[in-house]
């Protein structure tokens, strides 16, 4: 099989590339320690990788506002993606260590510039070792490319778009958070607890196994159908506009166009005027 589905590739099908016709970008990043995903990075990657910061590079400066990974500069976006060879008739495939977390955020991100042909390994790097297949500690050098985007501004949902659709029978939101969060009973990360008011829970975990493999489409299906027989507009988003990305992804590989409410919960918690829920 080469494709589990339209934006999840297979191990197996990537071991069988050329470098040349794939851009490979390894995502690999740890919230309780910024530095350990460039050094895992460092020690061992799929050959051919290009290493991207869930900090440095994938997200911008924090402010009062926008939440903790808010997105980064768009230009400055770009000139990491051309310095790491990224054209338009690139295949970019995107893996970490975290249920397809890390990556699943850049696989937005590019489609948000304008660039659909990207997709996430299934199983990352872990599983990428445990089929025997090979990895390197070498530092590529790509070519630099002339890489041009269009930005589909339609795949952000505002904090103003979320509060106006509170009470709008027209939109679901969803929460990609685990149940305890969501519910308010703790608050490891944000400084306020709870969630946005009519917003269902959907843990981002739930879309992966145990082991880190992301469910096929009849798996997604049964979990997600709920969303899937209205045309209602959705909503998702999670802590920092990360994880979020991960029900994203699953909710388009079922036909459904989400947006994503980029700075989450975060952002959401940073203003006076947004009412939150606990229960």
């Not at 309780?32 to 911008?60: F, R, T």
């Not at 993606?81 to 696989?107: H, I, N, P």
């Not at 469910?215 to 969303?227: D, F, H």
């Amino acid at each position: 099989m080469i494709l589990l589905t339209k934006n999840i590739v297979e191990a197996d099908w990537l071991e069988k590339q050329q470098l040349a016709d794939v851009v490979i970008f390894d995502c690999r990043f740890h919230l309780d320690d910024s530095n350990k995903g460039y050094e895992e990075y460092l020690v061992s990657h799929i050959p051919g990788a290009v290493y991207l910061d869930l900090e440095k590079d994938l997200s911008g400066e924090v402010q009062i506002h926008g939440g903790r990974h808010p997105l980064p500069d768009i230009d400055d976006f770009i000139e990491k993606l051309r310095k790491s060879g990224v054209s338009k008739d690139s295949t970019v495939v995107a893996y970490d260590d975290q249920r397809g977390a890390m990556a699943s955020r850049l696989w937005w991100m590019l489609n948000y510039v304008g660039h659909d042909n990207v997709y996430v390994l299934n199983g990352g790097f872990q599983y990428w070792v445990e089929k025997g297949y090979s990895t390197s500690s070498r530092i590529p050098l790509p070519n630099r490319s002339n890489f041009k985007y269009d930005l589909q501004t339609h795949l952000i949902a505002s904090k103003s778009e979320v509060k106006d659709s509170i009470g709008d029978d027209a939109v679901v939101l969803i929460d990609s958070r685990a149940k305890e969060r969501y519910e308010g009973k703790v608050e490891p990360i944000d400084t306020v607890a709870g969630h946005i008011p009519g917003a269902f829970q959907e843990n981002w975990q739930d879309r992966t196994t145990d082991v880190g493999l992301w469910k096929n489409q009849t798996e997604l299906r049964k979990e997600l159908n709920n969303y899937l027989e209205s045309s209602k507009e959705i909503i998702v988003y999670c802590g920092s506009g990360v994880t979020a990305c991960v029900n994203v992804l699953a909710l388009t590989e079922l036909g459904v166009k989400p947006k994503l409410y980029i700075g989450s919960w975060s952002d959401w918690i940073s203003y006076k005027d947004t009412p939150i829920i606990t229960k």
